[in-house]
């Protein structure tokens, strides 16, 4: 079964407004948590990444949030635009150079 | 620096009949990784490398096999290709260095149909 669990499959948003993907995992042994952007017909490519000693990163106008008790992370996009519809991906590290990788979340931004 | 690149970008197979995907990286990195990537499951591991000549099972290993002979290439083969790996399948690179971040580098991927 997967190790990271994902979660909505699916979301649409208007332009402007604020996107959230959310993650769980289970085992204790991940230490690195990136998320990917995938496009059609492109591979995945690295667009943030956090470690547990902190529960918040930004990066413009994605922000990770972490809660290392209840072992969940998240994804926000703020100020959604229609060039972030593409896919999202959580994944989980236990620093072995291995990343297990949620099921995917599909972003749609309508103008 | 072309980073990863995948031949070929798209393959039909009859059932039974055998294939290589090739991976090569320009970036010096140490491990390469096999994915697949189907609806609804995400990324799934299937072999990966560690350096040149090394090579290990990852998530989903069944019905596949892998090469590492040079340290820029790997090669994903189907001996007797069956419906069920009709995939797009992705091959990634890392870089392998103190307090690397694990962040993969992936190419463009390879869309295969099994009839």
């Known amino acids: 079964q997967q190790q990271v669990k994902q979660s909505p499959q699916s979301l649409i948003v208007q332009k402007g407004g604020i996107s959230i993907i959310n993650c769980a995992y289970e085992?204790?042994?991940?230490?690195?948590f990136p998320w990917y952007q995938q496009f059609p017909g492109k591979g995945p490519a690295l667009l943030i990444a956090?470690?547990?000693?902190?529960s918040e990163k930004k990066e413009g106008r994605f922000t990770i949030s972490f809660n290392k008790s209840a072992k969940q992370f998240s994804l926000h996009i703020m100020d959604s635009q229609p060039g972030d519809s593409a896919t999202y991906f959580c994944?989980?590290?236990?620093?072995?150079?291995?990343?297990?990788f949620g099921a995917g979340t599909t972003v749609t931004v309508r103008a | 620096n072309a980073g990863v690149t995948q031949t070929p970008k798209f393959r039909v197979l009859k059932t039974g009949q055998s294939m290589t995907l090739l991976c090569a990286q320009d970036?010096?990195?140490?491990?390469m990784y096999w994915y697949r990537q189907d609806p609804g499951m995400g990324l799934r591991l299937i072999h990966y490398?560690?350096?040149?000549?090394?090579?290990a099972k990852g998530e989903v290993p069944d019905g596949y096999n892998v090469s590492r002979l040079k340290k820029q290439n790997f090669l994903l083969g189907l001996e007797s290709a069956a419906p069920s790996q009709t995939s797009v399948y992705f091959c990634?690179?890392?870089?392998?260095?103190?307090?690397?971040?694990?962040?993969?580098?992936f190419g463009p991927g390879t869309r295969l149909t099994v009839l």
């Open positions: 970036m010096n990195h140490e491990y």
């Open positions: 490398s560690v350096g040149e000549g090394t090579t």
């Open positions: 085992n204790t042994a991940f230490d690195y």
């Open positions: 990634a690179s890392t870089l392998l260095a103190p307090h690397s971040t694990d962040t993969q580098y």
């Open positions: 994944a989980a590290s236990p620093n072995d150079y291995k990343l297990s």
């Open positions: 956090i470690r547990p000693d902190v």
